[in-house]
């Protein structure tokens, strides 16, 4: 993002350069009011991490005979789970007090001598949940390696007495669900542990603090954005080349299937003055300990003009430096540069925590991983900070951990920017720019979400229609 990490000695050497910081204002966000979330799973062990559930039902009507949802799971994650350990409850509403209930498995992949289903009533009731079917696996259904799913698991309910079944107040009925997609009203849980899904009756005083914003605005001067407790970089100063200007009309919102994303240019005709970069971020630095994600779209070519610049693509929280060497300053950074620079000939990621630094001399205290590969496209990043450790996710997939010698003692806001280094990557003087993209932004306090608990609070959100809420106290 925006200070370079220091390499120990036995790395290749990097260029020191000057820091200069933005002034980082404290004004309290505005909360809007919004549709609640369900409870947020506690965060599961790490072997369960990954496990996704799709769902879709042939029986879509309000009203049927027999409910039937088909479903799959998934192992998005890095390491085998024998299915044996994977439970997966659909919750729905009882026609009445005394309904009972038959499970059947019409056809499955793993085999329906292997499936089990079970008939249950969740600790906390609800007005669309006072029972769930939960389907099981024998050890006969095997393991799924990662990357791998369950196949089709094709299954049906229907009550005893084969009176309708109404499904239309159903928590986990999905009238319009005809093909597979993953369904976040469905959870599942590894050795007794919620690794995905929203279970029912979460509302309440026990509901976590969330930022969450879709970015559904018009433009960098859409109102909604100060009252959403935004704030558009604009005029001089660092990182990033001398000269240049943070331009708030490089900050746009555009459609892309049919969703709306931030669009971060980083322009330049090959001089200080021509040079423009952007940034957006919160107003308020509230936020600390927790889970921060984005799934951010890096580019390794511009969207015009020559290619070479050494530009810095980024997602991050950080609070300001009150002194040299200050040991309440805090930065946890996702860098991605597309063509090099700070001493590297090519593309390169960086996650880097950092306890504090001195701007001159230049001196720095960080920890900081690295993957020299190319990153273009769109990324689902995570960092989880807690009590012991900062965590770093790409994909779904662990990326670096740093240690609590780099947890930071204050609350920091959260940004993203786009930027040029410095010139000496291409000295072309046609004009080019670049592009950074943004999906979403997530942050949950005190709470560390594994990354298949972020995407489906996400879903959750998307599916009720929130674009926006900001639940997170002031600091």
Known sequence: MNTPPTNTPA???????????????????????????????????????????????????????????????????????????????????????????????????????????????????????????????????????????????????????????????????????????????????????????????????????????????????DPRLQANGWSVRSGSGGPGLSGATWDPANVTFVSQSGNSVMNLEASTAGTAASTEHSEFSTRSMKFKNGTYASRVRFTDAPRSGPDGDRVVQTFFAINDLTAPMADDYAEYDFEYLPNGGWGEPDNILYATSWETYRPEPWETVNAHTVERSSYAGWRDLV??????????????????????????????????????????GQPSTTPRAYDQQVDYVLHVKDQVLTPSQVNAMVGAYRGAGTTFTDTVPGS
């Open 11 to 221: 790395e290749n050497p990097r260029g020191s350069r000057s820091r200069l910081r933005t002034a980082l204002a404290s004004a309290a966000a505005v909360a809007m009011a919004t549709t609640a979330l369900a409870a947020l799973p506690s965060a599961a062990n790490a072997a369960a991490d990954g496990i996704v559930v799709q769902y879709r039902t042939t029986t879509s009507g309000a009203t049927a005979h027999e409910s039937e949802p088909w479903l799959k799971v998934r192992n998005t994650g890095a390491t085998s789970v024998p299915l044996s350990s994977v439970k997966v409850r659909y919750y729905f509403k009882a026609e009445s007090a005394s309904a009972a209930y038959r499970f059947a498995c019409s056809w499955a992949v793993k085999g329906c001598a292997n499936i089990t289903g079970t008939f249950g009533t969740p600790a906390s009731p609800t007005a669309t949940a006072d029972r769930y079917l939960e389907i099981g696996f024998t050890a006969g259904a095997g393991s799924l390696a990662p990357g791998a799913d369950s196949g089709d698991l094709q299954l049906r309910f229907h009550q005893t007495s084969w009176a309708p079944l109404i499904q239309s107040d159903d928590h986990s009925f999905g009238p319009r669900q005809s093909a597979y997609a993953d369904w976040p009203k469905v959870t599942a849980h590894v050795n007794g542990a919620t690794v995905w899904g929203e279970e029912p009756g979460g509302t309440g005083p026990n509901d976590p603090a969330v930022l969450f914003d879709d970015f559904d605005y018009s433009s960098h001067t």
């Open 383 to 424: 960092v989880t900070i807690d009590d012991d450790r900062i965590t770093y996710y790409v994909d779904g997939q662990h990326f670096a951990t740093h240690g609590a010698d780099y947890l930071p003692e204050r609350p920091m806001v959260i940004a993203f920017n786009h930027w040029l280094i410095d010139l000496a």
